[in-house]
C-alpha cells in the first residue's frame, strides 16, 4: 500500500452538517482536525478547539486522562460523529478502525472474521480469501484459520482485529487503547508486530492509549489532551529514528521523552 496511492478523495464534516468534498494534499496529510469542538446534546462537552495533522505514513499518538474526549475524536475521526465546531478531513472510506475490545463475533472462525469487512464491501469470495490468507498470516495467526474466537488469547483476538482491518489495506488506521487488555508482555510483543506491520506498509495511525511508554515507543508526536473537555495541552515531537527495538524503552532519550509527555499531562490536574 504505497503513500502515493493515498486518493486524497475527503470527507469533510462540518458543525453545519454540511458534507464537503475536497482535496487534501494527498502527498502529505491523511488525518486533519481543525479547530474541532464536540458538545453533545445532554450538555457534555467533550472536546474543544482541538487542531493537529496525522501525516502520511506517520504515527501520531494521543495520551489524555479517562473521559477527556479522546475515543470521541476517533469517532469524529471516522464519520460517526459530526463535531459541533471546526471540522475533520480524511478519507473515511480508506480507514481502519480497531476497538479497544476486539468485537469479534464469537460464531465465526478467525477466517470468516477477518472476511467480514471484505464482505461488507462485496469483495468476491475466492479474492476474500486471498486476501485473508494474508492478512492472518502477517498478523502471525497462520494455522489458526478454522479456530474460534473462544480458543484464542486476548493477544491473538486483538490481532484477529488487526487483520481484519488490514485486509482491506487502509493506509489510514485509528487505534483506540488496542493493546489495553492484555499483560505486559503481550503488549510489547503486539507493539513491536504493529511497528514491523507499519514499516512494510507505512499506514497512517492515529493511536490513542493510557501508556506513556506505548506512546512515546510507537509514535513520531504524541498529542497530550488536558482533562475532558479534551484540548491540546502539548504536540510533542518524538526524534527517535525508526526501525525501534525493545532496548530504546531504557536509553536517556526515550526516558526524558516520557517525562516530558508526563509532565504535561499532570500539568492541568
Ligand atoms: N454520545 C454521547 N453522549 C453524551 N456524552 C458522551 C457521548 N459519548 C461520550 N460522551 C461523554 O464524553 C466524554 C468523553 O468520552 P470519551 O469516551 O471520548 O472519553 P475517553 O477519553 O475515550 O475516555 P477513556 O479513556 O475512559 O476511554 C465523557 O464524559 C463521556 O461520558
Ligand atoms: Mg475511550
Keep these: ?21 475536497r482535496q487534501l494534499r494527498p502527498a502529505e496529510v ?23 495533522d496525522v501525516g502520511n505514513g506517520e504515527l501520531v499518538a494521543v495520551v489524555g486522562p479517562s473521559g477527556c474526549g479522546k475515543t470521541t475524536l476517533l469517532r469524529v475521526a471516522a464519520g460517526l460523529e459530526t463535531p459541533t465546531g471546526g ?18 463475533m464469537d460464531w ?14 462485496r469483495i468476491p469470495k475466492a479474492e476474500r480469501s486471498v486476501r485473508a490468507a494474508s492478512a492472518i498470516a502477517s498478523v502471525g495467526l497462520a494455522g489458526f484459520e478454522d479456530h474460534f474466537p473462544d480458543a484464542l488469547s486476548g493477544g491473538m483476538k486483538m490481532r484477529v482485529s488487526l487483520a ?24 510489547e510483543t503486539l507493539q513491536q508486530e504493529l511497528l514491523v506491520l507499519h514499516s512494510q506498509r507505512r499506514f497512517a495511525g492515529l493511536l490513542v492509549t493510557h501508556s506513556v511508554t506505548e506512546a512515546v515507543y510507537l509514535s513520531s508526536r504524541v ?21 525501534r527495538l525493545p532496548e ?7 526516558v526524558e521523552l516520557t517525562k516530558r ?9
Excluded: C, K
Design 223 to 243: 498529542i497530550v489532551l488536558s482533562p475532558r473537555p479534551g484540548r491540546v495541552l502539548a504536540d510533542i515531537e518524538v526524534p527517535l529514528p525508526y526501525p
Design 248 to 254: 530504546l524503552r531504557f536509553e536517556p532519550g526515550f
Design 1 to 21: 500500500m504505497p503513500v502515493s496511492q493515498h486518493t486524497g478523495e475527503v470527507h469533510e464534516s462540518t458543525h453545519d452538517g454540511q458534507p464537503d468534498r
Design 108 to 121: 465465526r472462525t478467525v477466517q470468516g472474521n477477518v472476511e467480514l469487512v471484505a464482505e461488507l464491501q
Design 261 to 269: 509527555v508526563t509532565h504535561e499531562l499532570g500539568s492541568e490536574r
Design 30 to 52: 491523511s488525518l486533519r482536525f481543525a479547530n474541532v469542538s464536540m458538545h453533545f446534546p445532554d450538555g457534555t462537552n467533550a472536546l474543544t478547539d482541538v487542531s493537529f
Design 164 to 187: 481484519r482491518s488490514l485486509i482491506m489495506e487502509p493506509s489510514l488506521f485509528l487505534f483506540d487503547e488496542p493493546f489495553g487488555a492484555v499483560d505486559q508482555i503481550t503488549r
Design 87 to 104: 471540522s475533520v478531513a480524511a478519507d473515511t472510506s480508506d480507514m481502519g478502525y480497531i476497538f479497544q475490545d476486539a468485537t469479534l
